[in-house]
């Protein structure tokens, strides 16, 4: 019998993967949704038909054979993870997609396991546009077998590459989406460097674009370069708001201080960061850093205001 599959958490991301899941999963039950503000859930459903509504996460649990979850943080998912161990949870498999610290995947892990279910860890790379053009990197870790339910709904369906982690330990996966954080935070810092150092010189945004446009024309500098150049970073829906950016930069840091890693591009990434919230609000967007970078060098934080 075709599994039965429940997400909780409609954020951005959750939002963009179950519109994903409905379209392309080949479902045969419908898609359970849960939201703690269910409004959201109820307008979603409306929106992509083929699904059903959970008033609880009990009973979202209940019903399902895969409970998929996409939280905003660790705090997020230990609360939302005590609900699912109040029921019985033997054979079901826990799939966390939420970017939390290995230690905490490990440990909820434990707990899941313990209780006779199955659990993965797979947290994913890219924004929430990439999500909705199922470009998303998936990195699953766990039991092979426990990876294997999840892999008809992952390349294709929500995602365009699968790192696949299975066989290591759960917390890994955690850990390399750490680090893939790490890229896009040192890539966001190259993408606003180079464009206010082409409008100092008087070269231009514009004739910058021309040449990034065509060396690296993909994704994560293409949608960076977009959001700063137009202006999207201060006038657009935030990716990601920048508190949210700075509670995960300081994670990092604190484990290259704990391993003794030299992280310097990364602490700058960091400063940026609080500059943007300082200036702009804790929940402006993270490609703010353009804007912080834009003041540093004596040019007010919007563009085109000049
Ligand atoms: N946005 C990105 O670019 C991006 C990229 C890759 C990975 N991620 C990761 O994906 C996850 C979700 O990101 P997002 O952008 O979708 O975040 P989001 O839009 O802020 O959504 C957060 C979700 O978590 C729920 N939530 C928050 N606190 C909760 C709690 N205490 N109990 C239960 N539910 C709670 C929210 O419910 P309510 O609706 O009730 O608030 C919402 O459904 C995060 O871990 C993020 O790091 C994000």
């Known amino acids: 019998m075709a599994p039965r599959l429940a997400f909780l958490g409609l954020g951005l991301m959750g939002q963009a993967m179950t519109a994903n899941l409905v379209r392309f999963g080949n479902m045969e039950a419908p898609l359970t949704l849960y939201n703690r503000t269910k409004r959201k859930a109820d307008e979603h459903s409306v929106k992509l038909g083929s699904c059903k509504v959970a008033q609880t996460i009990e009973e979202a649990v209940s019903n399902s054979d895969i409970v998929w979850s996409c939280l905003e943080n660790h705090e997020a998912v230990m609360h939302t993870f005590e609900s699912i161990l109040s029921v019985d949870i033997k054979g079901k498999l826990f799939v966390d997609s939420s970017t939390i610290p290995p230690e905490k995947t490990n440990a909820i892990a434990e707990r899941v396991l313990s209780a006779g279910g199955e659990f993965v860890a797979m947290p994913v790379m890219g924004e929430p546009t990439m999500a909705a053009t199922r470009s998303l990197i998936c990195i699953p870790s766990g039991n092979p077998a426990s990876v294997d339910r999840i892999r008809p709904y992952l390349e294709g369906v929500v995602c365009r590459s699968v790192v696949d982690l299975s066989g290591e330990e759960l917390g890994t996966s955690s850990l390399l989406k750490l680090m893939g954080n790490f890229l896009i935070m040192a890539t966001m810092e190259t993408v606003a460097e180079v464009n206010v150092l082409a409008e100092k010189t008087g070269l231009g945004t514009k004739n910058m674009s021309k040449l990034m446009n ?37 994670s990092v840091l604190d484990m290259a201080r704990k391993c003794g890693a030299s992280v310097k591009l990364y602490e700058i990434a960091h400063e940026h960061l609080k500059a943007v919230e300082a200036f702009a609000g804790p929940t402006a967007d993270i490609t703010g850093i353009y804007g912080a970078t834009r003041q540093e060098s004596g040019l007010p934080y919007e563009n085109g205001t000049q």
């Open 214 to 250: 065509v060396m690296f024309p993909n994704p994560p500098h293409a949608v960076y370069n977009r959001r700063m150049v137009s202006g999207e970073y201060h006038t657009g829906v935030p990716m990601v708001e920048v508190h949210k950016a700075i509670s995960l930069t300081e």
